[in-house]
């Protein structure tokens, strides 16, 4: 071992014989069919995702730090359940913990309707609209976490970036379609229509998910959740640091094209996610060809170039690209870091990995939306994507020490 570098610590895993190896096809099929969960999930996320904002601003009369919080309170909900999506998921199984969190979906819907029909008393509104996005963010790290570990359960953990990969096609591939989707709704029959939707969304999905066939559940060595926080401590560093970009894309870019007068502001989400499915699509093996720290360097890069774009956008076509480009960025952050954070831990600590390692994705858009909110209200909502690109900027500069402490070389990711 060489002094001063840190090695990854690997552990024994069964693998497929060619014989029993199903095709890419087939493959692919098993991951999808439970991915299909974690897109309901964000369906009811990016539905009213590019409303809220405008609703809480105009509608409601609340100040752009208020809008931004009552966005990014979903996400403080999230970071606080990860440990106990993690532990259902490691103990109970990952069926379970997706119809959980798919139940959370549906009631967070129900808690979105009731704020529509408060809207005229506006504290009663807010205060609705809070708890149903708390409930969404439970929600949303039960789904997510049991989503992840059932199809890796279904096609063995040697195809975890594959996993980990549609599992993110899902997710923003949902909210490049609901961002666009909530917002026609929203002008065509109002803001109530939103809450009936989540509501059958997260029902649909539970029936779904009630016929889906079980996965065993993993024995064997299982670590402290502490253990496992400080294992990926690192690599989450790295994934808050590239998610605020997502943040500020996610929370003020509607405004920010308020601010300039400029139309379809809902095209630049549905962009975002578009290039990100499309980054994720073409380009997922190359973390298993270059290992995943190079894969981080890589993005992270074309992320703050999207960013600083978007800060210095004269017109919406700058913008656009540069959204397009932070998309494109982002898309292999989550996998590339992830495959990394989770070779690090025994098979039976799978979940807790990913919850522990998520807790950074919910952390970042949890800061971001009040953080960016006072940033703009102090300086412009330009100023918001300037800040999200010097962040990525930093995880290039973090991915490179951990890439050079654990001295990785080509096609050497972490053994998982």
């Known amino acids: 071992m060489t002094p001063g570098r840190i090695q990854p610590r690997s ?65 403080f909900a999230t970071l606080a359940s990860r440990p106990l999506a993690g532990r259902t998921a490691d103990t109970l199984g990952p069926k379970k913990t997706v119809l959980y969190g798919l139940t959370a ?35 949303e790290s039960w789904v997510g976490t049991g989503s992840i570990t059932w199809g890796i359960g279904r096609v063995g953990v040697s195809n975890n970036a594959k996993v980990i ?32 939707i989540v509501i059958g969304l997260g029902l649909v999905g539970y029936w779904l998910a009630t016929r889906m066939a079980p996965v065993p559940v993993v024995h064997g060595e299982r670590l402290s959740y502490r253990s496992v926080f400080f294992r990926v401590l690192p690599h989450g560093i790295g994934l808050a640091l590239g998610s605020a970009g997502f943040g500020a894309i996610a929370t003020f870019i509607t405004l920010f094209y308020a601010a300039h007068n400029w139309p379809n502001a809902a095209l630049s989400l549905t962009v975002f996610g578009t ?42 076509a700058f913008a656009l690209a540069g959204a397009a480009l932070t998309g494109f960025g982002f898309a292999l952050v989550f996998p590339a870091l992830g495959v990394e954070a989770v070779g690090l831990v025994p098979p039976a600590s ?13 952390l970042s858009l949890g800061l971001t939306g009040p953080l960016a909110g006072y940033l703009a209200g102090e300086f412009s909502y ?35």
């Open 11 to 75: 552990y024994p895993m069964p693998t497929d014989s060619s014989a029993t190896r199903p095709s890419d096809l087939a493959l692919t099929g098993r991951i999808v069919s439970v991915v299909v969960f974690t897109f309901l999930c964000y369906l009811t996320i990016g539905i009213p995702l590019a409303v809220l904002p405008g609703f809480v601003h105009t509608d409601l009369g609340y100040g752009s730090v208020v809008a931004g919080a009552a966005i990014s309170v979903q996400y």
């Open 350 to 362: 799978r979940g807790a990995a990913l919850s522990a390692y998520s807790v950074f994705l919910d």
């Open 105 to 139: 979906c549906a009631v967070s819907g129900v808690f979105l309707l009731g704020s529509a029909l408060a809207a005229q008393w506006h504290a009663v509104s807010l205060v609705l609209l809070i708890v149903g996005r708390l409930v969404l963010g439970f929600g």
């Open 382 to 416: 330009g100023s918001v994507f300037l800040f999200a690109a010097l962040a990525a900027a930093l995880a290039v500069a973090l991915s490179i020490a951990l890439y050079m402490r654990t001295g990785r070389g080509v096609g050497g990711p972490a053994t998982v």
């Open 165 to 196: 990969s549609w599992n993110g096609i899902a997710t923003y591939g949902a909210l490049a379609i609901g961002a666009p989707l909530g917002v026609a709704i929203y002008n065509a029959i109002g803001f109530a229509a939103l809450g009936f």
């Open 275 to 316: 290039m990100f499915v499309g980054a994720r699509l073409l380009f997922a093996n190359t973390i298993k060809t270059y290992g995943g720290f190079r894969v981080a360097i890589v993005s992270f890069a074309f992320e703050c170039a999207g960013l600083l774009m978007l800060w210095l956008s004269a017109d919406p």
